[in-house]
């Protein structure tokens, strides 16, 4: 998002936006009815009359040493938010952590999706997930493919799966129900609760991928719309996002607020990459 919406700038999802007869899914786009380019609608005024919830419960604990910085960094950019004239309304959404938890269907369907992946592309040398497994040909760090390659087949062999799907749909009614009750044009908490891991945390498997304290799992288990948006820099020099999420079909909107707080709070750095000569 550089620059204000013209023919000149476009987005990705002008693309990949629409309705595709042989993918199912895309049929919502009859839902949202998008049209012109998401560029169009890119407005850095708009997020100063715009409602904004602050998930405080999705910020991590001050006396967390590894959550103070990012924690620091999320206050001074909802201040900059604020002083475009937004409106910021702290709200809560009930039992948050266990609805994010027990909503995942990671383990229900990625072994079925990806092994149906691999059938259609013959190129690749591996038939199952379970293959790859069994061989050794994944990173022994990947313990969530490995939680994958030994689950369910198919969603159905999960007890759980048709559980987890009603406790989505529930999970998206409480927070659209928050939404609607504060008058929120979007929520906004921080990407990941603490600084970005070094490789050596990784390695030394300090947490399981479903374990470690990211929140950007939060709108893809709801089933609606979030960005990232740069906020700004550790004192240690790591970037620290700030995520808005919006109501379902409201991209549109959701790309002019956070063309809003890119302009306000104007965190972004370019790279140092070495030169190549």
Not at 69 to 81: M, Q, S, Y
Not at 152 to 160: G, H, I, S
Not at 189 to 214: M, N, Q
Request: proline share 6%.
């Amino acid at each position: 998002m550089r620059g204000h919406g013209t023919s000149e700038h476009r987005f990705a999802a002008d693309v990949l936006a629409g309705f595709d007869p042989a993918d199912p899914y895309t049929a919502t786009a009859a839902i949202g009815r998008h049209r012109g380019s998401y560029a169009d609608a890119l407005d850095a005024a708009a997020l100063g009359r715009a409602r904004i919830g602050v998930l405080r419960q999705a910020f991590g604990s001050n006396d967390d040493f590894r959550a103070q910085g990012v924690n620091r960094v999320a206050r001074a950019a909802l201040d900059k938010i604020a002083s475009t004239g937004a409106e910021l309304v702290d709200v809560t959404i009930p039992d948050l952590d266990d609805y994010v938890a027990y909503t995942s269907v990671y383990f229900s369907r990625s072994r079925a999706d990806i092994d149906a992946f691999l059938a259609s592309r013959p190129g690749i040398d591996a038939a199952s997930v379970s293959q790859l497994y069994a061989e050794g040909r994944a990173h022994p760090n990947l313990d969530l493919l490995a939680g994958i390659a030994t689950g369910p087949a198919t969603p159905a062999e999960d007890p759980e799966y048709h559980g987890r799907l009603e406790a989505r749909e529930r999970f998206q009614r409480i927070v659209i129900g928050v939404m609607a009750q504060n008058g929120l044009d979007a929520l906004c908490f921080p990407d990941v609760r603490i600084a970005a891991p070094r490789h050596e945390d990784v390695l030394a498997s300090r947490w399981t991928c479903l374990e470690f304290p990211t929140n950007t799992v939060i709108a893809s288990q709801l089933w609606m719309p979030s960005v990232s948006v740069p906020a700004g820099f550790t004192g240690e020099g790591l970037p620290v996002g700030l995520e808005l999420m919006a109501l379902p079909y409201h991209e549109a909107d959701l790309l002019s607020l956070a063309y809003g707080v890119e302009q306000a709070t104007r965190s972004r750095r370019a790279p140092d990459l070495p030169t190549v000569g």
